[in-house]
Structures are given as C-alpha cells and as structure tokens.
T-cell receptor, first 113, second 116 residues
Framework: DAGVIQSPRHEVTEMGQEVTLRCKPI?????LFWYRQTMMRGLELLIY????????DSGMPEDRFSAKMPNASFSTLKIQPSEPRDSAVYFC???????????FGPGTRLTVL | DAKTTQPPSMDCAEGRAANLPCNHS???????VYWYRQIHSQGPQYIIH???NNETNEMASLIITEDRKSSTLILPHATLRDTAVYYC?????????????????FGQGTTLQVKP
C-alpha cells in the first residue's frame, strides 16, 4: 500500500493567493483527517470526514479555510485568500476504524509570503 | 478528553530500553491510551494503544497502572532511528461504524534523544 499521499509536498505562495492542498487516503479507509502543525500551536485537528461527510469542522480557523471530499479517494483543503499566518505543515491522515490508528501522510509545507 | 502530562525531554543510550512515562490522572473509564511518535520532518506514526491491560507489539510495550492514572511506553532496544517526539494521548474509542471517532489531541510530547 502506498500509504496516505499528499500533494504538493512544498508550496510557496504570496499573501492573498488561493492555495489548494490535496490528499489521497489509504484505500478502504472511511475516515479522513486534516491537521495543521506550527511551532506555536503544535499539531491541531482542523476537520475530519466519515464516508465523505464532514463530521467535525470545529478546528477550522476561519471562513478562509474550506475542505471537501468529493469521493472516497480524494480530499482537498483550500485557503482563500491565504495569509502569512497560515504558514505551517498540513497533514492528512486516514483510518478504517472509529478510534483506530490514524495513518498520516508526509505533509505539505506551506509558506505564505 | 483527558489531559496528559509528559516530561519535555529524555535521553537514552542506544541499545538500552527507553521508558517514557505519561500521567493521565483524570482518565475516564471509556478512554484509551494511545501513543504516537513524530520523527523530524515526517508525519506522526501510530505506535500502540490500550485500555487497561498491558499491550505489546513489534514496536513497543505499553504498561498501564492498575488505577489507569499513568502509563509507560517501553522501547526495548532503542536505536538512533527512535529519536523522535513521543505523544501520549487519551481519548474515547467509539464503536466500529460510528461516524464519530473522537479527536486525537496532541500535546507537546516528550522529545526522546537516543545517543550512541
């Protein structure tokens, strides 16, 4: 199995631009999670889906952030417009069991100038 | 979810056992103890989890005290590749098929440095 796949691995953009991060979960996993990691706040959950339906988006920082899961094998996290404080590493994770081990992708390092 | 307390850092000699403690004195009866680790520049990696019995897998052993207020993760023969931040997390485990998984809330963890 290829594991959780994220793209791009690195993204550098300018303030005000739209950014789209992509994730392909492990095949057969029903739950998909988006996390953000910064030095100041550590690793925090933004949103998670079950069977392509958003279950908890209470961690999404503001309306500039949106996440979609159009099918079981693909999810996007979009930031529009981006700001320098959005600079972070964004991780996607998936699991096949409620409460089971979550498998994380390699992350996307986002830098907003 | 219950809060956990871990030492910020620890050292361990290569080849020795690494014993990482975690306090979770407010844990509820239906909360499991999970351990993850994060090697530099990588995504977190699941290690092990348990409810009240001791658990062992190919990576580590988890020892949970009888009152469940603390636990210890044991890496039996630490290698340089085990240098990482180790996170102890407690959360409710939901039944299979539930849409709710509960949240993994990562604290600051313990930075384990394995030295040659």
């Amino acid at each position: 199995d290829a594991g959780v796949i994220q793209s791009p691995r690195h993204e550098v953009t300018e303030m005000g631009q739209e950014v789209t991060l992509r994730c392909k979960p492990i095949s057969g996993h029903d739950y998909l999670f988006w996390y953000r990691q910064t030095m100041m706040r550590g690793l925090e959950l933004l949103i998670y889906f079950n069977n392509n339906v958003p279950i908890d988006d209470s961690g999404m920082p503001e309306d500039r952030f949106s996440a979609k899961m159009p099918n079981a094998s693909f999810s996007t996290l979009k930031i529009q417009p981006s700001e320098p404080r959005d600079s972070a590493v964004y991780f996607c994770a998936s699991t096949g069991l409620a409460g089971g081990a979550q498998y994380f992708g390699p992350g996307t390092r986002l830098t907003v100038l | 979810d219950a809060k956990t307390t871990q030492p910020p850092s620890m050292d361990c000699a290569e080849g020795r056992a690494a014993n990482l403690p975690c306090n979770h004195s407010t844990i509820s009866g239906n909360e499991y103890v999970y351990w993850y680790r994060q090697i530099h520049s990588q995504g977190p990696q699941y290690i092990i989890h348990g409810l009240k019995n001791n658990e062992t897998n190919e990576m580590a052993s988890l020892i949970i005290t009888e009152d469940r207020k603390s636990s210890t993760l044991i890496l039996p023969h630490a290698t340089l590749r085990d240098t990482a931040v180790y996170y102890c997390i407690v959360r409710v485990a939901f039944p299979h098929g539930s849409s709710n998984t509960g949240k993994l809330i990562f604290g600051q963890g313990t930075t384990l440095q394995v030295k040659p």
